[in-house]
């Protein structure tokens, strides 16, 4: 399921890159990239966290098992959350500013 997430956050990041002119398999790679790494990364610190506390403070054997459902909602969290932050680049339409054409030169006569 987490995965199907990831290939969500890419479909939505190349459509609004697409709309914002920008290109949208690379922001889609961006995308599903820090979703992945973003919750592996997460799932890694939580269960490395949980594996400090049974060795040094002697929490049961268990706590892996009873705490393993919340170390992997609070990844997916996390994990929009980095993409959430992502796609907010794409929130901004870009303007598209007409500059008025330069001055015409000016030539001096040199008498």
Known sequence: MFFVFAVISAGIAFSRARATGCNGYLW???????FVGTGLSFTFGFSLFLEVGREFWNWSEGVIENYSIIGAILSVIASFGTTWLILRKFNKVPEKTFTEPPLPPIFERKD
Not at 28 to 34: E, K
Request: charged fraction near 0%.
């Open 28 to 34: 889609a790679f961006i995308a599903a990239v820090v």
